[in-house]
Nanobody, 126 residues
């Protein structure tokens, strides 16, 4: 059974930083892309960042470019989202997702992803 578990959320003041972690388990290969999405109350879930299976290709939403960095552990099953210069509008539940095995390319649509975590709350106070 595949599990995707996020950690690292919390409350931070505007301008501060947080680092989210996501561990995927139960997959027999690390050849799959992963991504981060977020959802605020009353809004659709939106793309934040994605990374391909090797960590060599990344993409970001325009709203977080230059502030957020996605990275991947060498083992391939853990990804991180370093969030700097946080803004109140970054407040949301952040979800980590994994594509199916051998879907190696980074992807920015929710329908590209098969496995989802439960989410971790990030709150940025002004």
């Amino acid at each position: 059974q595949v599990h995707v578990v996020e950690s690292g959320g919390g409350l931070v003041q505007a301008g501060g930083s947080l680092r989210l972690s996501c561990a995927a388990s139960g997959l027999t290969t690390s050849r799959y892309a992963m991504g981060w999405f977020r959802q605020s109350p009353g809004k659709e879930r939106e793309f934040v960042a994605t990374i391909n299976w090797s960590g060599g290709d990344t993409d970001y939403a325009d709203s977080v470019k230059g502030r957020f960095t996605i990275s991947r552990e060498n083992t391939g099953n853990t990804v991180f989202l370093q969030m700097n210069r946080l803004k109140p509008e970054d407040t949301a539940v952040y979800y980590c997702a994994a594509r199916q095995p051998n879907m190696v390319a980074a992807a920015s649509f929710t329908y590209d992803y098969h496995y989802w975590g439960q989410g971790t709350q990030v709150t940025v106070s002004s």
